[in-house]
């Protein structure tokens, strides 16, 4: 079979036929990558171009409340910044690690109304140079190009507001949860309609949402149904109505929802931690608590 593009190989994926290979991507870590040039990559070819993976693209907007972002203490070793998220986080240089979050703005209801205030989906959030620069290549080239989304209960406990205080608000406070999770989405879905109204097609969407840790997830499935599988269900349904591809990433044993992201249509999820316990089994087959059989049966 002759050597297809990257586009075409992942869209003969999604359609479930044939291609000349299975598309095979990866997003390495700084710290990986000066890894494998100690162990002889050439510094000045792309890890994409050494070992021949697949070709992607993704296209970034803003929907943050845009606070000034500043450096706090820089070392070799480590770099603390406040982000435009009004989080400091600490970030390591040559170590594979997600930063550390050391402290937030957005720590309450009140807080984050200001911080919605700045949240508009207007025209500068968008890198127009970047795309006008680099879309022609990816077209000419055959990439597949991805639109990125920012929202959910992953990037809010993690990178806007903290892992506890979301973590109690999802059974204290709902209502600010939901808020939340609808207006990111729904500033990301305005920004992302007015790349593609300007000619900037992609591919798909892509967002993270880690719901899960090893054998277990971060919430119920009764509270995902609640308070969260109706943003999934609106991104997945944004995507379908332009006719492009829906895929998640979520890390951990998300297994009890699986029957739920394959109800509401999602195209792709990623990864399948094995070592997590992401081995599937049907719903009635998998041990769960008394909650959860209840809730997989309703």
Known sequence: MQAMTSHERFKRMFEHR????????????????????REGMPTDVSYVDYFDLDRTAMIHVDNS????????????????????????????????????????????????????????????????????????????????????????????????????????ALSDNPEWCSEMFSHLLEVNLSLLDLVWDAGYEFDSVFWWDDMGYKHNQFFSLRMYRELLKPFHRRAIEWAHEKGIKAHLHSCGDINVFVPELVGMGLDALNPLEVKAGMVYLTPMSRPRTDENKMDLID
């Open 65 to 168: 409340p845009q606070y000034e972002r500043r450096v706090v203490e820089e070392t070799d070793t480590y770099r603390t910044v406040v982000s435009h998220w009004g989080v400091t986080q600490k970030t390591w240089k040559h170590a594979a690690s997600t930063p550390q979050f050391l402290d937030f703005t957005i720590v309450d209801p009140d807080k984050w109304v200001e911080a919605k205030a700045r949240m508009q989906p207007t025209p500068d959030r968008i890198p127009w140079d970047y795309l006008r620069q680099n879309y022609p290549i990816w077209k000419e080239q055959g990439y597949w190009i991805r639109g990125a989304l920012w929202f959910g209960f992953d990037v809010t406990h993690s990178w806007i507001v903290g892992t506890e205080r979301l973590l109690f």
């Open 18 to 37: 044939e291609a000349d290979r299975i598309p095979i991507i990866d997003d390495p870590w700084d710290a990986t990558i000066e890894r494998w040039q």
